[in-house]
């Protein structure tokens, strides 16, 4: 299976710290998608690395995927107390794929 | 453009009886993922339908079936319920014109079954 797997399963930090969460998958990916919930809700998508890059920035939020080591992280900086939900990483083999999730991170940023 | 919707919000059945999800994708999108999401487990893929067909399928019983309609819209039923059938169900769907590889979800359905 390329589920990916999250760590670590919950962090909580100070609000304008930055927050750093990793992901592990198993097989050769077409790309890495990272995806945030909030409270029971449905997922957003934050950010897609391809197979092929290493580093992706998107405003506070940035990516990196090392295929070498099957691993990825996601850096938030500057967090916000709205940063506060949990956290997926999403791989598919291809584009006509299933998208796997992994179990996620909880993060809590304290006031 | 409206997003992905779900129906109903909640549901509540007895164990034994069948449930039958809705999805309706945002308009465009032929394809039409499904996820059982529980505290344990995380996020588990059942099926993806694309253009009425079923793409891709996960590894559930085949009490959970689904079905897509020449709309997109889409099904998902459970049959003779089980406790452990009780679940936040997610679909999302995704647009094959802009590479596809995006999911929009819904906000889900609260399944609670006693």
């Known amino acids: 299976s390329q589920q990916g797997e999250e760590d670590p399963q919950a962090l909580s930090i100070q609000e304008g710290e930055n927050a750093t969460m990793n992901c592990s998958y198993k097989?050769?990916?077409?790309?890495l998608q990272w995806y945030r919930q909030n409270s029971g809700r449905g997922l957003v998508h934050l950010i897609l690395?391809?197979?092929?890059?290493r580093e992706k920035h998107s405003g506070r939020l940035r990516v990196t995927l090392d295929t070498s080591k099957k691993s990825s992280s996601l850096l938030i900086t500057a967090s916000r107390a709205a940063d506060t939900a949990s956290y997926f990483c999403?791989?598919?083999?291809?584009?006509?794929?299933?998208?796997?999730f992994g179990k996620g991170t909880r993060l809590h940023i304290l006031p | 453009k409206a997003g992905v919707t779900q129906t109903p919000r909640y549901l509540i059945k007895t164990r034994g009886q069948q449930v039958t999800l809705s999805c309706s994708p945002i308009?465009?999108?032929?394809?039409v993922s499904w996820y059982q999401q529980t505290p344990g487990q995380g996020l588990q893929f059942l099926f993806e339908y694309f253009s009425e067909t079923q793409r891709n399928k996960g590894n559930f019983p085949g009490r959970f079936s689904g079905r897509q309609f020449s709309n997109s819209r889409s099904e998902m039923n459970v049959s003779t319920l089980e406790l452990g059938d009780s679940a936040l169900y997610l679909c999302?769907?995704?647009?094959?014109?802009?590479?596809?590889?995006?999911?929009?979800f819904g906000s889900g359905t609260q399944l609670s079954v006693l």
């Open positions: 097989t050769s990916i077409n790309n």
């Open positions: 690395i391809r197979s092929n890059e």
């Open positions: 308009s465009g999108h032929r394809s």
């Open positions: 999403a791989t598919g083999l291809n584009r006509d794929d299933k998208i796997i």
């Open positions: 999302a769907s995704r647009d094959p014109r802009d590479g596809g590889e995006k999911l929009f």
